[in-house]
T-cell receptor
């Protein structure tokens, strides 16, 4: 069983749809993250949660709504997205927020296509 | 603001030859530096990290990187490339005062020819 599991792996949605991405970590970590990976762009941090509380929100449009019901699960709710939101969305976790000394464990990503 | 630059977007080597992937970071405070690898359709995996201990850092799969403060560089090397090394590699920097922020480089795609 992989440490960080993301579902679905692929998602195609229209601009008016509502969908959710799910992330689950089996590592007992306290921090979880959403990153966006677009072609020809560096990885962009979207949200950070520590012990189920949001600690970082990097000016992400409100059409992306995160939810962290417990320290093992993280969701990204999607609503009225734009075609430029098509990307690979990566979930990651770490033991604590001390990422300067720690390590991020990534899921395999959810490939989102917005038509 | 912290930044990291990967000088080559693509590198192509022959199997069995050395690999050099270049990374430079902005000079500010004391950095922690990482290299991550991403194989096709996979998430990122940590290769190695530098956190102010030994300047030559050894990682998994035979990779190593040397922190050179005078050159603000953290280049990734491997003596002999293997076909399985073909992937995208990301240099990442953070600083003690950067909170939760990891800054990722744009990535270098490594291609290995038989």
């Amino acid at each position: 069983e992989t440490g960080v599991t993301q579902t679905p792996r692929h998602l195609v949605m229209g601009m008016t749809n509502k969908k959710s991405l799910k992330c689950e970590q089996h590592l007992g970590h306290n921090a979880m993250y959403w990153y966006k990976q677009s072609a020809k762009k560096p990885l962009e941090l979207m949200f950070v949660y520590s012990l189920e509380e949001r600690v970082e929100n990097n000016s992400v449009p409100s059409r992306f709504s995160p939810e962290c019901p417990n320290s093992s699960h993280l969701f990204l709710h999607l609503h009225t997205l734009q075609p430029e939101d098509s990307a690979l969305y990566l979930c990651a976790s770490s033991q604590d927020l001390a990422v300067n000394t720690g390590e991020l464990f990534f899921g395999e990503g959810s490939r989102l296509t917005v038509l | 603001a912290q930044s990291v630059t990967q000088l080559d977007s693509h590198v192509s080597v022959s199997e069995g030859t050395p690999v050099l992937l270049r990374c430079n970071y902005s000079s500010s405070y004391s950095p922690s530096l990482f290299w991550y690898v991403q194989h096709p359709n996979k998430g990122l995996q940590l290769l190695l990290k530098y956190t102010s201990a030994a300047t030559l850092v050894k990682g998994i799969n035979g990779f190593e990187a040397e922190f050179k403060k005078s050159e603000t560089s953290f280049h990734l090397t491997k003596p002999s490339a293997h076909m399985s090394d073909a992937a995208e590699y990301f240099c990442v920097v953070t600083y003690n005062n950067a909170g939760n922020m990891l800054t990722f480089g744009g990535g270098t795609r490594l291609m290995v020819k038989p």
